[in-house]
């Protein structure tokens, strides 16, 4: 199972965007990526997932580079209420009704107003 | 979106006590739950895998028989801690994989905080 690195913490400011980055570079070649938040207190959301290329919906953009080693999650315009901790997490057989998901230790991310 | 919910969110048990906590996809069927453990600060560690109607499977150095996992239904799965300890204070996080789904999504109930006095 491919293991996930991401800087521990990070601070940004209200308005601003911010990008986090996530190394995978046992990545396999069924792998997704997939990105979670987590307040305190509450199981992760999901907030993205992808493959290959770029992914956006409605809160995030994720960029995957073509090496497939590294992906970086994109939130646009940020408020305090994004002050989370975020996962990035790469799954391996995914169709398998076993597929799991490794966690690592995720990025804490600090919002100021 | 797919809710998964937790039950109780918060208990509070006195050590050598039992303690069950239920897991349920409100609107979506699971043929695959999960189980998790959070400690302070700490990542989400999975506990265990569990498939409708098939024994979990655990994953290594956590106790079979001190964590009864129970998936009767393809919406609710339990999991009992038996005679807890203060070491077994943790938030408890279950997640469900929809059984039709494509994507590799996995919806996370919000869990459900144990402390052992």
């Known amino acids: 199972l491919a293991k996930t690195t991401q800087p521990i913490s990070m601070d940004s400011y209200e308005g601003q965007e911010v990008n986090i980055t996530c190394s995978h570079n046992?990545?396999?070649?069924?792998?997704?990526i997939t990105w979670y938040q987590q307040f305190p207190s509450q199981g992760p959301r999901f907030i993205i997932q992808?493959?290959?290329?770029?992914v956006t919906n409605e809160v995030a953009s994720l960029f995957i580079p073509a090496d497939r080693k590294s992906s970086t999650l994109s939130l646009p315009r940020v408020s305090l209420s994004d002050t989370a901790v975020y996962y990035c997490?790469?799954?391996?057989?995914?169709?398998?009704?076993?597929?799991?998901?490794?966690w690592g230790a995720g990025t804490k991310l600090i919002i100021k107003p | 979106g797919a809710v998964v919910s937790q039950h109780p969110s918060r208990v509070i048990c006195k050590s050598g006590t039992s303690v069950k906590i239920e897991c349920r996809s409100l609107?979506?069927?699971?043929?695959?739950m999960f189980w998790y453990r959070q400690f302070p600060k700490k990542s989400l560690m999975l506990m265990a895998t569990?498939?409708?109607?098939?024994?979990?499977?655990?994953e290594q150095g956590v106790e079979k028989d001190k964590f009864l996992i129970n998936h009767a239904s393809l919406t609710l799965s339990t999991l009992t801690v038996t005679s807890a300890h203060p070491e077994d204070s943790s938030f408890y996080i279950c997640?469900?994989?929809?059984?039709?789904?494509?994507?590799?999504?996995?919806?996370f109930g919000p869990g459900t905080r144990l402390t052992v006095t």
């Open positions: 992808g493959y290959k290329t770029k």
């Open positions: 046992n990545i396999a070649t069924n792998d997704y």
């Open positions: 569990s498939n409708e109607g098939s024994k979990a499977t655990y």
């Open positions: 609107d979506f069927q699971a043929t695959t």
């Open positions: 997490l790469v799954g391996d057989r995914p169709r398998d009704s076993n597929y799991q998901l490794i």
């Open positions: 997640s469900a994989r929809e059984v039709a789904g494509n994507s590799y999504e996995q919806y």
